[in-house]
């Protein structure tokens, strides 16, 4: 299984920067976690077959997950972003075991 995330970069707070990933197979569960310098790594948002989201709670309102089952992608629109949102974006899938893509990094800078 191959996870090839796009997007990230560079963006004033306030701003919104899209994350996209494409899985070479069909996984029941997508979505995101980040990694910030000094910090563990921690659900962003993930989104199941059936679409049940999961929401880290100081991103609920501002980030919104969508997949696309057919194309195996799975979107994150982030929207309002916060210096806190800074770090290494990880595409993740699970159907069995976890499956990480390479990292993308987001930097919001004020």
């Known amino acids: 299984v191959q996870l090839q995330a796009s997007g990230g970069g560079l963006v004033q707070a306030g701003g919104s920067l899209r994350l996209s990933c494409t899985a070479s197979?069909?996984?029941?569960?997508m979505g995101w976690y980040r990694q910030a310098p000094g910090k563990q790594r921690e659900l962003v948002a993930t989104m199941t077959f059936d679409g049940t989201t999961n929401y880290l709670d100081s991103v609920k309102g501002r980030f919104t997950i969508s997949r696309d089952i057919a194309e195996n992608t799975v979107a994150l629109q982030m929207n309002r972003l916060e210096l806190d949102d800074s770090g290494v974006y990880y595409c993740?899938?699970?159907?069995?075991?976890?499956?990480w893509g390479q990292g993308t990094l987001v930097t919001v800078s004020s």
């Open positions: 993740y899938a699970k159907w069995l075991r976890a499956y």
């Open positions: 197979v069909r996984l029941n569960h």
